[in-house]
């Protein structure tokens, strides 16, 4: 079964503060892997977009790499905001026609002051 | 602001009973997505709209249905609501169907099942 599972479920972490999230997938076949950030109540704002051939893709103070091989990606935000904190939701799409898109649980982050 | 518009925002209804959400892409885009979250479940893909015709169907009921308008409007149908239905549905859009499109969602509907 086409599976997307984060860790850790939630995090707390002091303004200023770096952290790292995990996502591992068995999707099949893959297409692409993104990265959503999502505030409480509002839509989901894409962060990055990762095909098969790219490893690291960064968007501002965030990064996100893709391990292809072992199906893991990884987030890493750096000197974290107040404005970080949201739920941040790894989501890989399959390679077929439909190209549907399996949605991890989220990692819910909060940045303290 | 993803100018992607939803209406209604909010939505309270019955068991058994029927609503329609609807969602304007922004301007230029020819695909509409619409997911389901729920606090348990988590996001979900429902179906996908590209120009007119139905491209991709994900976890979505028979009793719910979506339609894509030659305006490019989208709405979804929700029929013989159930308890379980509560939550929030969004809408997102994108340029295309390809598969590296960035999909920009809008804002949701709360929909509240008593």
């Known amino acids: 079964k086409n599976q997307v599972e984060q860790s850790p479920q939630s995090l707390i972490i002091l303004e200023g503060k770096n952290c790292t999230l995990q996502?591992?997938?068995?999707?099949?076949?893959?297409?692409?892997l993104r990265w959503y950030k999502q505030d409480t109540g509002r839509g989901p704002v894409s962060l990055t977009i990762?095909?098969?051939?790219?490893n690291t893709k960064s968007n501002g103070r965030y990064t996100a790499t893709l391990d292809a091989d072992t199906k893991q990606s990884s987030l890493h935000i750096t000197a974290s905001q107040l404005s970080d904190s949201a739920s941040y939701i790894c989501?890989?799409?399959?390679?077929?026609?439909?190209?549907?898109?399996?949605f991890g649980q989220g990692t819910e982050l909060s940045v303290k002051p | 602001d993803s100018g992607v518009t939803q209406t209604p925002k909010h939505l309270i209804t019955a068991t058994g009973q029927r609503v329609t959400l609807r969602c304007s892409p922004r301007?230029?885009?020819?695909?509409v997505y619409w997911y389901q979250q729920s606090l348990d479940q988590g996001l979900q893909f429902l179906i996908h709209?590209?120009?007119?015709?139905?491209?991709a169907k994900g976890n979505i009921l028979e009793r719910f249905s979506a339609q894509q308008f030659p305006d490019l409007h989208s709405e979804l149908n929700l029929s013989s609501l159930e308890l379980g239905d509560s939550a929030l549905y969004f809408c997102?859009?994108?340029?295309?169907?390809?598969?590296?499109?960035?999909?920009?969602f809008g804002p949701g509907t709360r929909l509240t099942v008593l």
């Open positions: 989501v890989v799409k399959e390679y077929n026609q439909g190209g549907k898109l399996i």
């Open positions: 996502c591992n997938y068995t999707v099949s076949p893959f297409s692409n």
């Open positions: 709209y590209y120009n007119g015709e139905e491209r």
């Open positions: 301007s230029g885009d020819l695909s």
């Open positions: 990762m095909t098969f051939s790219e």
């Open positions: 997102a859009s994108s340029v295309g169907g390809g598969h590296t499109d960035t999909q920009y």
